[in-house]
């Protein structure tokens, strides 16, 4: 569709621009991933564990404390990407970390 193409948007019962529309689309499907604290986390952040954890299949246990440099948020409100040494595709819990 063109930006100067006008869409029915079903949810206020107006005519509205394509862009717009599709603006409004993207700022709902953005998800807030707040940390054990209730901190706002964003990509790139660093969060300390606040928990011992057991990581499955890796046979390690990452320790309270542990610092965990540059997050990426996933899409889920609960789940954050992270990198850490010797250990693939980490998957920590928000509710488990604190932003630094």
């Known amino acids: 569709m063109s930006d100067d193409a006008y ?3 079903e949810e206020s019962g107006e005519w509205v ?3 717009a529309l599709a603006e409004k ?3 709902a499907a953005m998800v807030e991933v707040r940390d054990s604290v209730g901190n706002l986390l964003s990509d790139g952040d660093q969060v300390t564990l606040i928990k011992d ?7 390690q246990t990452l320790k309270r404390g542990t610092l965990i440099k540059s997050i990426r948020l996933t899409g889920d409100a609960q789940e954050i990407d992270c990198k ?5 595709g980490l ?3 928000a509710e488990f970390v604190r932003k630094r």
Do not use: M, P
């Open 91 to 93: 998957v920590l819990r």
């Open 25 to 27: 689309e993207a700022d």
């Open 84 to 88: 850490f040494d010797g250990i693939k």
């Open 53 to 59: 954890l057991d990581v499955k299949g890796a046979g």
């Open 17 to 19: 621009s394509a862009a």
């Open 7 to 9: 869409v029915y948007d």
